[in-house]
């Protein structure tokens, strides 16, 4: 799988990363429980998957 875009959204006076990939009637959301690396969890084995 070809790691996705990442794109940003504003909330306030933060910015948010995001990535969009796959497809289905329905949208899923991961939050980390943390502050994470949303471009560096595609290193991460299982995850690729």
């Known amino acids: ?25 329905a949208d899923l959301v991961f939050c980390a429980p943390f502050a994470s690396n949303v471009e560096l969890v595609w290193e991460v084995p299982p995850r690729r998957n």
């Open 1 to 25: 799988m070809e790691v996705p875009e990442t794109r940003w959204a504003r909330s306030g006076d933060v910015y948010v990363a995001y990535q969009v990939f796959g497809e289905g009637a």
